[in-house]
């Protein structure tokens, strides 16, 4: 059976309306169950604010607006931080944190257990290789029992995955502090997760703003590229994935986590085997390379590379708080200052820029 990927050309003045569009055509409300608590999945890459790194406070209004519409009442926005992210700074700098006031969203962070308690999970599905990273237990947040999620990615490429998309948008919620430890097996981990996802949620769905595409070596340090003006939206995130993947330039299925959950029978990955609707995506494919930065020359080496036979010492050990000051160092004080504040400054005076202002 065909997966439908919503795919809607949108400007600003019209954005939230395109928003429901979209959510309609990808028939929102056979993947979200009514009456069951919602979770909106934001994706903060980088607390520094910088055109399609991270959600969009129209992609989290929109959305939040077609879940209470859907019936889902009770609103929970849900958090993570990374080795160079600070949830409560990237909500403020992001505009986050008024969106979610304006829908009573309450704001949950996975990392603090005054919010949430992590307990063993033991899959139903076979894993590719979560059970082998975590041999002592799949730990994730008893919270996400029972509730539907909406995933809010961007159209972006990523140093380790090419593309990362809805199935990406899982890795930092459902697993904890020692995530970094799947790094060498990312691809896998991304399909184990949404074999748990499919378990554990009332409901999944992915809205993915497109308005500003992220080229080059991401999630952080990328070349916008302007013109797509793309929402996408589907019930299938594997299908939403492949769609995105093409639609920055790569085969979908050369794309090594969108291939393997197709095989395991988690969504469509092949395009033959997804319907877009709405809008199409003929004149916006583009022609994206990842490339590398600094970091991820030195991730490359490490996880993937000569060095990789040593992650644990590496990674597993007081060392990793090197590599996490190197990283931080790196993206907010030597690139960001840079590069990034230019390229921001330059989306603010775009007319998705002006519409983040009024935010």
């Known amino acids: ?66 879940m209470k519409r ?71 947040p008893s919270f996400f029992k029972g509730k539907n999620i909406v995933h809010l990615p961007t159209l972006k490429c990523h140093i380790y995955t090419t593309t990362t ?6 890795f930092g919620g459902l697993l904890g502090t020692k995530r970094h430890y799947t790094h060498s097996v990312i691809h896998e981990t991304l399909v184990d997760l949404l074999a748990i996802q499919k378990e554990i949620h009332a409901g999944i769905f992915a809205l993915m703003d497109g308005t500003v595409a992220g080229d080059g070596p991401g999630p952080r340090t990328m070349r916008p590229v302007y013109g797509t003006d793309l929402m996408l939206a589907s019930g299938d995130q594997v299908a939403i994935d492949a769609v995105a993947t093409k639609i920055l330039g790569f085969d979908p299925m050369q794309v090594p986590y969108i291939a393997m959950a197709d095989e395991d029978g988690l969504g469509n990955g092949r395009p033959g085997n997804i319907e877009i609707v709405g809008d199409g995506i003929d004149g916006v494919q583009l022609h994206c390379s990842v490339g590398d930065n600094v970091a991820s020359m030195a991730g490359d080496m490490m996880w993937f590379g000569p060095l990789r036979r040593l992650q644990k010492l590496f990674f597993h050990t007081p060392l990793v708080y090197l590599f996490i000051f190197g990283s931080f160092f790196y993206h907010d004080y030597v690139w960001y200052p840079v590069r990034g504040r230019r390229a921001w400054n330059e989306y603010l005076g775009t007319e998705w820029g002006k519409l983040f202002e009024r935010y």
């Open 1 to 66: 059976m065909k997966s439908k990927v919503a795919v809607v050309r949108t400007r600003p003045e019209k954005v939230l309306d395109d928003i429901e569009r979209a959510f309609d055509l990808a028939e929102a409300g056979s993947f979200l169950r009514a009456g069951a608590p919602g979770i909106l999945k934001g994706n903060i890459s980088w607390h520094n604010p910088f055109p399609s790194a991270n959600s969009t406070p129209w992609q989290i209004d929109g959305a939040a607006r077609c």
């Open 70 to 140: 859907a019936g889902i009442k009770d609103l929970y926005a849900v958090e993570n931080n990374t080795v160079v992210t600070d949830p409560k700074k990237g909500e403020r700098l992001l505009k986050f944190d008024r969106v979610f006031a304006a829908h009573k969203a309450k704001v949950l962070y996975n990392f603090d257990p005054r919010d949430m308690d992590w307990t063993v999970y033991r899959p139903r599905a076979r894993m590719r290789a979560l059970d082998r990273v975590f041999p002592e237990g799949i730990r994730i």
């Open 165 to 170: 998309g809805a199935m990406k948008n899982a």
